[in-house]
């Protein structure tokens, strides 16, 4: 996580991790891998950020739940190309990579929890 940036503020944490996504994007290399990742990764690494944003305003309870599922999905889709990432490794320098695998699983969780809690306060 970046330092100033509140834990608890979670749409600043998901616009962080979206930053963080598009630079290792941007070191990725200019292969057939590199690229299908590099592509993968954009897509399901800026979504939670997106999705969270329209989690916010939804128009239920249950609506709710839905967006905020489905940025626990897209932040299981990146940890999995992070993984790629790493364990190919695509790029020399892991640091970056490291720090967003560690961010994505501390944002599942969050996303875990959350979802758990709008469900028991459903009924």
Request: glycine share 4%; proline share 2%.
């Amino acid at each position: 996580m970046e330092e100033g940036v509140k834990k608890f503020d979670l749409e600043e944490r998901l616009i962080v991790f979206s930053l963080l996504d598009i630079e290792i994007v941007e070191i990725l290399p200019n292969t057939r891998a590199g690229n299908h990742i590099a592509g993968q990764l954009l897509r399901s690494g800026t979504s939670p950020a997106f999705n969270y944003g329209e989690a916010q305003v939804a128009e239920s309870r249950n609506d709710f739940i839905h967006k905020m599922k489905i940025c626990l999905k897209e932040l299981k889709e990146t940890n999995t190309a992070l993984q790629i990432v790493k364990r190919k490794p695509l790029v020399k320098d892991l640091v970056k990579v490291n720090k967003a695998i560690g961010e994505c699983k501390e944002l599942i969780s969050i996303f875990v929890r959350s979802i758990e809690t709008a469900r028991k306060n459903k009924s």
